[in-house]
């Protein structure tokens, strides 16, 4: 597990807190409710909207039930303010399913939150409950736990498994400013395929299709760091089997993702082709109307992504592999441990890469232009040098004055995203990476 903290200043996640809080508010017909101090829902809350603006949905984040719980509880306890509350949230809000969560001061102060919910017999609802101090671990570590959470305490277990159904989980909604674009973009294609997604935290998902998750054959991790445990515990409490596989962003990503899945599920060897064929040929027909466009910009750049574990790796394949770009260096943002640092090392040294990149880890935004302005005889020289120009830089509103540094453009692309609203964009599959390649030209010709 990683630590919560990273850099205070600019912060490119949160505490747990969030993770679970984004992930419950985005699940269908389903409501958290805090047992907190009154500022982690409002902190939280606006903290989600970061990733481009994400809103409310059906019940979450400004719309949460809290104990709100002040200084007279860390000295007497809050076990009763819960009770209250339990025993009035249901008089008040409708839902399917309710997510009972605490935060740092419950957590610190030692409520027994679980024992003051088992006290309350019968509920009308079914609620889920689990502990998630913010500094147990960050918004990606609390994704994690209500996925696992999930499928211990409400999923049911399944003995008979459905061959046309997966399970896709590892995008933290938010955290993952495009996960719904993303989710819809592949559950797409897997339709094309004769499979069923439940993405759990998309729009077309209802709460059947979160209940019946036992049944899927195969859980698609599309993180090599988030949801890979909770995938294994799934495996051993469910039975259901996982692929880990980066997130599949344009042609070549996605072809490969396609493929490790028809060989996991055994289908049919004619029906992967014929979809392949079909969307390539789309994909390259839009990609060869950009041709003349790209040739007018000077398309090619250098590129310096920032992103966290889940999309560094993913964007920087797309950018070599798809468009010809030369990625210089690739920030890895979150606070992960040394084990994780080593998987991601380990699939960076794997991808044959045109022009090796160097891979960093760095949560600090201004560490990362130091970084650079030290690593690179560009900015200690006023003679001749090898300059990375021109250069564009794929990260999130906060690398602004990198980009202003560098001399280039930027498009966000990892949390948190504040200059632009993001409503069902994606950069996954086929489809994403042609949006993806409409926002790289689009963002170089935004100045003419």
């Keep these: 597990m990683s630590t919560p903290c990273g850099a205070i200043e600019r912060p490119r996640f949160s505490c747990m807190l969030g993770g679970v ?15 907190g101090a009154q500022g982690c829902g409002g902190a939280l809350a606006q903290g989600i909207l970061l990733g481009g603006y994400y809103g409310t949905g059906y019940a979450g984040y400004f719309g949460m039930p809290s104990t709100n719980i002040s200084e007279t509880e860390v000295v007497f306890g809050g076990e009763k303010k ?14 399917d399913l309710f997510v009972l969560t605490t935060s740092c001061v419950p957590d610190i102060i030692g409520d027994d939150a679980k024992a003051v919910l088992q006290s309350q017999g019968d509920l009308p609802k079914p609620v889920i409950f689990l502990e998630a101090g913010g500094f147990k ?14 499928f211990a305490q409400y999923i049911p277990i399944s003995e008979e498994k459905k061959a046309d159904v997966v399970n896709l989980i590892g995008l933290v ?17 897997l339709r094309r395929l004769g499979l069923r997604a439940n993405t759990f935290v998309t729009s077309e998902q209802s709460h ?9 054959s195969l859980n698609i991790v599309l993180s090599r760091l988030y949801g890979v445990k909770a995938a294994k515990r799934i495996k051993e409490s469910h039975g259901i089997d996982y692929l880990i596989s980066d997130l599949p962003i344009g042609a070549t990503a996605t072809t490969v993702f396609i493929r490790q899945v028809a ?8 029906l992967v082709d014929n979809v392949l064929t079909d969307e390539l040929r789309i994909y390259y027909e839009y990609v060869d109307r950009a041709t003349d466009v790209n040739a007018d910009t000077d398309f090619q750049n250098y590129a310096v992504i920032v992103a966290n574990g889940t999309g560094a790796i993913p964007y920087t394949k797309y950018l070599d592999q798809e468009i010809g770009w030369i990625p210089r260096f690739v920030f890895v943002t979150d ?21 090796e990149p160097e891979l960093v880890f760095e949560t600090d935004t201004f560490k990362i232009q130091q970084y650079i302005e030290r690593k690179h005889p560009q900015f200690l020289s006023d003679d001749y040098y090898p300059d990375i120009q021109p250069v564009f830089v794929l990260g999130s509103t906060i690398d602004r004055k990198l980009a202003d540094v560098l001399g280039g453009p930027l498009l966000s692309v990892s949390f948190p995203v504040i200059n632009r609203i993001i409503i069902s964009t994606g950069y996954a599959g ?3 990476g042609l949006y993806l390649l409409e926002d790289l030209i689009g963002t170089q010709l935004a100045g003419r």
């Design 137 to 150: 671990g960050n918004s990606y570590y609390g994704y994690e736990r209500l996925i696992d959470e999930l």
């Design 263 to 270: 060989e996991r599920l055994g289908l049919d060897r004619e």
């Design 21 to 35: 809080l984004a992930t419950a508010g985005s699940l269908p017909n389903t409501i958290p409710i805090i047992h």
């Design 208 to 216: 059947e299709n979160l209940r019946r998750a036992g049944e899927a």
């Design 82 to 95: 819960l009770q209250a509350e339990l025993e009035n949230v249901f008089d008040v809000m409708e839902g």
């Design 430 to 432: 086929y489809k994403g």
């Design 335 to 355: 606070d992960i441990d040394e084990e994780q640092k080593q998987i991601l090392r380990e699939a960076f040294e794997a991808e044959d890469f045109t022009t």
């Design 173 to 189: 909604p938010s955290y993952d400013p495009y996960f719904r674009g993303d989710l819809d973009e592949l559950s797409r294609i």
